[in-house]
């Protein structure tokens, strides 16, 4: 049986203002509902799987456990990164627990946060993969491409390898807008996806002979590496002396073993939102719209409107993008230049880089909907049998409104129950538990008052979730 190894470390902003540094965008609900994270599982449907082993961010692991947990995956092991380190320690990780459980099946290695169109093509394309890979090869997929494209990197086909695949000539960067249209007629290059097919031992024989110092790091915080409730965290010490590098450049572009599969799934990285733009369906003047808009002698926008009315007239291929604190408008053909726009907004130190106005916790999530000196107003969300810390403040007061279902309220040695249009108070520096103790999402408005409102005004005295005593 194959495992998924689904690569969720990201913490691009490519897509801001939804993708932020706390929620990128392997996270977010960008083609339908479910989030890329979960659309990447679901592709998966109808393969012989294994368990998946998820690798994340730390920052991001009750989120990620939160989408498994709605798309129905129980036993995933999630593999907590400290620090993102490039996709070769991620694989060298994955590898090497597949290797401790005795999993011997190939791992089908996937970035969480691509499009594939035609899920059946790419189950096609994965089982000629497992047959190359079976024969010792570590094999990659080229997607056919479409455009004489300059914004991904290139296979170059070489000899055959029977029905399944081919062999990999050479690994190119991404090219010039001349080198792109030579390599679109020349019918031999394939857009290089980042999704793999390996057998475990052999890309750890590949990393003990191509870069020994990433197969030595991630073989040492493997084995110090500690069960946190559903977490397996590798050493932290021991990751961090890892070197960084993707599984292209430290193994693929070095192994006389490397293969390919075409594929022709109707695949996109979402790397910008002209990409995003391209894969999402879009009305008789080209348009994609999202949320609450209106659209006027208006073609080709992207326009995505997340908390209010969103209204264009007499403009063209622009993206335009409202969240409850930020804006972006944009010329289309230009967003790949966006990186640039959020670096300018990180050296400010602006806070929409970071975060956005809705925020998760392991218990359910708040979006904060007025602020000021002394006050702010959070709408919470706690899911049913959650339980936020036992905690207290120093510097704040907070009025509770129950607005749906009831509230299980500890304070101090007190414990009582508030049910809808109903309130309770928590002074400053009383010790305080809020908990969900019914069937459906509690829903509350918080009001703090008080001389600092920050959220590292935050001392937990207990904590299920397992997080620090003090902070956010």
Known sequence: ??????????????????????????F???EQDGSLLAATLARLEGLPLAPPIVVCHEAHRFLAAEQLRQAGVEEATLLLEPEGR??????????????????????????SDHHLGDAAAFREAVADAVRLAERGHLVTFGVVPTRAETGYGYLQAGESLGGEGVA?????????????????????????????VLRPADVLAALARHAPAILDACRAALADAAADLDFLRPGRDAFLACPADSL?????????????????????????????????????????????VLCEASRGLLVHAESRLVATLGVKD??????????????????????????????????????????????????????????????????????????????????WVVV???????????????????????????????????????????????????????VRLDDRYGRDRDGE
């Open 248 to 292: 292209d450049v430290a193994v693929m572009e070095r192994t006389d073993r490397a293969a390919m599969v075409p594929l022709a799934a109707g695949w996109s990285d979402i790397g910008s939102w002209q990409a995003l733009w391209e894969v999402l369906p879009r009305d008789e003047n080209d348009n994609a719209l999202r949320g609450d």
């Open 28 to 30: 977010l609900a960008l």
């Open 318 to 399: 622009l993206v335009v993008v409202e969240t409850d604190d930020a804006v972006l408008v944009a010329d289309r053909a230009s967003s790949q230049a966006l990186r640039g726009l959020v670096a300018s907004l990180e050296a400010e130190g602006r806070a929409e880089t970071r975060q956005a106005a809705m925020v998760f916790r392991p218990w359910g999530h708040y979006a904060t909907v007025d602020g000021g000196e002394r006050h702010q107003v959070k709408h919470i969300t706690v899911r049913p049998g959650a339980r936020l810390s036992r905690q207290l403040h120093h510097h704040r007061a907070e009025h």
């Open 404 to 458: 749906r279902g009831t509230a299980r309220v500890t304070l101090d040695e007190t414990t009582f129950l508030v049910g809808e249009n109903e309130s309770t108070f928590i002074p400053v520096g009383r010790v305080h538990c809020l908990e969900n103790p019914g069937l459906i999402p509690l829903e509350l408005i918080e009001v703090q008052s008080g001389s600092y409102l920050g959220e590292d005004d935050i």
């Open 86 to 111: 490039g996709t070769a320690p991620a694989v060298a990780l994955a590898a090497l627990l597949a290797e401790r459980e005795g999993r011997k099946g190939p791992l089908l290695v996937l970035p």
């Open 168 to 196: 990999v000539a050479r690994f190119v960067e991404k090219p010039d807008a001349r080198h792109a249209a030579v390599f679109l007629a020349a019918g031999d290059h394939y857009w290089n996806s980042g999704i793999f």
């Open 1 to 26: 049986m194959m495992t998924p190894v689904i690569l969720a470390g990201g913490n691009g902003v490519r897509l801001w203002p939804l993708s932020r540094r706390a929620r990128p965008k392997q």
